[in-house]
Every structure is written in C-alpha cells, then in structure tokens.
C-alpha cells in the first residue's frame, strides 16, 4: 500500500529555515510525479512545488527563490528545503503522489515574528 509520511515541521521565527521531508513507502518516488502543498488556517489548500521524474521543478510565484525541493532516490525521500520564511509561510505542508492522488498526513510550520 502506497503511503506517504511528512516530517520536519516546527516553529521558526521570520527570516528562518527549515526542511520538510517526504518518505515515500510502496512505490518509488522517482517514478512519479511528486508535489507539496500548503493549507493555512481558514484557507484552501494551495499547491507550492512540484519535482518531475526526471528532476525538474516547478514553483509556486510565492515561494520562488526562498524554497527549493529536491529528492534522495536511494531514501526514496522527497525534501523541501525552506530559507527565508515568512509569516504567511505558516500552514500544514503536504506531499502529495500526483499520479495516484496519495497525500501525506501534512506536518505543521510556524513562522513567528
């Protein structure tokens, strides 16, 4: 069964960095399309990154420049590493296989002032 962990999470103040991690179980990670979303409170959930099978990324305007993701095939891990947060950054970060529709249970990042 294909499932998908987040980790990472916590609190940081404004200007900080953190990396959320994506481990991957009952299918490779490489084989399919992999994205991150975000949903703050009182928000829908918004996507911001995605990593193609063949290492290409794209990003949400938001984000771009401040996050970047990458993906540790022999871990069959996917990161976002996150610099320069900002308080609008504060939401529940998920993973998610696109190709099969599988999410992660998310992992809560606050950006303190």
């Known amino acids: 069964q294909a499932q998908l962990v987040e980790s990472g999470g916590g609190l940081v103040q404004s200007g900080g960095s953190l990396r959320l991690t994506c481990t991957g179980s009952?299918?490779?990670?490489?084989?399919?399309?992999m994205t991150w979303h975000r949903q703050a409170p009182g928000k829908a959930r918004e996507w911001v990154a995605t990593?193609?099978?063949?290492?290409?990324?794209f990003y949400t305007d938001s984000v771009k420049d401040r996050f970047t993701a990458s993906r540790d095939d022999a871990k069959n891990e996917l990161y976002l590493q996150m610099d320069n947060l900002q308080l609008e950054d504060t939401a529940v970060y998920y993973c998610?296989?696109?190709?099969?529709?599988?999410w992660g249970q998310g992992t809560q990042v606050t950006v303190s002032s």
């Open positions: 990593f193609a099978p063949g290492g290409a990324t």
């Open positions: 998610q296989n696109f190709d099969s529709q599988t």
């Open positions: 009952g299918f490779t990670l490489s084989d399919v399309n």
